[in-house]
């Protein structure tokens, strides 16, 4: 019976170790993962609704002037010094002018007829004419043929009254004529003989027959 002393205190030893290892067991501190706390999320913010703009201002139509009626045909009269002739005939906003004295001063013109009834006209040797419509029947302005300037103010002529021009060959010469006819009946115009000019000869209005040296040639309305 000596023997199970030895034994006994063998296995008693081994219950102690057992429980003092189950007992660190216990007791040890588990390891903990550092817990990394989640940023909070960044939430981005609603994009800022863009601010409506006013729509442009229209743009303001431009004003153009207005239109002046112009009647077609031809205006004619005598400048305000009574010095000379002026015609102007008007076609499809289109303006051809005959300015003369009858003896060697004339000068023929043209250019356009503005939206505003305005005109302004030119000719050879630096000749001009500006006008304009006044009451729809009637034409005022000034003319500047060589070193002169004419005033005028001239009337819807009707027929015989008018404008009329002949170009031709007479006797181996060149021949230019211009013709004003005015409303009371009297002519004024300028025969030009290879340029050097003269009182033209009178024209019959209703055929427009006119006699040159012998010669009868036809001068024809002017238009533009």
Same mark, same amino acid.
């Given at each position: 019976?000596?023997?199970?002393?030895?034994?006994?205190?063998?296995?008693?030893?081994?219950?102690?170790?057992?429980?003092?290892?189950?007992?660190?067991?216990?007791?040890?501190?588990?390891?903990?993962?550092?817990?990394?706390?989640?940023?909070?999320?960044?939430?981005?913010?609603?994009? +800022?609704?863009?601010?409506?703009? @006013?729509?442009?201002?229209?743009?303001?139509? @431009?004003?153009?002037?207005?239109?002046?009626?112009?009647?077609?045909?031809?205006?004619?009269?005598?400048?305000?010094?009574?010095?000379?002739?002026?015609?102007?005939?008007?076609?499809?906003?289109?303006?051809?002018?005959?300015?003369?004295?009858?003896?060697?001063?004339?000068?023929?013109?043209?250019?356009?007829?503005?939206?505003?009834?305005?005109?302004?006209?030119?000719?050879?040797?630096?000749?001009?004419?500006? $006008?304009?419509?006044?009451?729809?029947?009637?034409?005022?302005?000034?003319?500047?043929?060589?070193?002169?300037?004419?005033?005028?103010?001239?009337?819807? $002529?009707?027929?015989?009254?008018?404008?009329?021009?002949?170009?031709? =060959?007479? $006797?181996? +010469?060149?021949?230019?004529?211009?013709?004003?006819?005015?409303?009371?009946?009297?002519?004024?115009?300028?025969?030009?003989?290879?340029?050097?000019?003269?009182?033209?000869?009178?024209?019959?209005? $209703?055929?427009? +027959?006119?006699?040159?040296?012998?010669? =009868?040639?036809?001068?024809?309305?002017?238009?533009?």
């Amino acid at each position: 019976m000596k023997r199970s002393g030895p034994l006994l205190t063998l296995l008693a030893g081994l219950l102690v170790g057992l429980f003092m290892l189950s007992l660190n067991a216990t007791t040890g501190e588990k390891p903990t993962s550092a817990s990394v706390s989640p940023s909070p999320s960044t939430k981005s913010s609603p994009s +800022a609704a863009p601010t409506p703009t @006013s729509a442009p201002p229209s743009p303001t139509p @431009s004003t153009s002037p207005s239109r002046t009626a112009v009647p077609e045909g031809v205006y004619t009269g005598r400048t305000d010094d009574d010095s000379s002739a002026v015609a102007i005939t008007v076609r499809d906003d289109k303006a051809i002018a005959y300015v003369c004295d009858g003896h060697n001063i004339e000068s023929w013109l043209k250019g356009d007829v503005k939206d505003d009834g305005s005109m302004r006209l030119t000719g050879k040797g630096g000749a001009s004419l500006d $006008a304009i419509v006044k009451d729809t029947r009637r034409i005022s302005g000034k003319a500047n043929v060589g070193s002169g300037s004419y005033a005028f103010t001239i009337d819807k $002529a009707k027929k015989p009254s008018g404008l009329y021009r002949a170009n031709s =060959q007479v $006797a181996g +010469a060149k021949i230019e004529g211009g013709w004003i006819v005015l409303p009371d009946g009297l002519q004024v115009g300028i025969l030009r003989r290879d340029g050097k000019p003269s009182s033209a000869p009178e024209i019959d209005p $209703a055929t427009g +027959a006119v006699t040159v040296d012998g010669q =009868q040639l036809t001068a024809r309305p002017v238009t533009p």
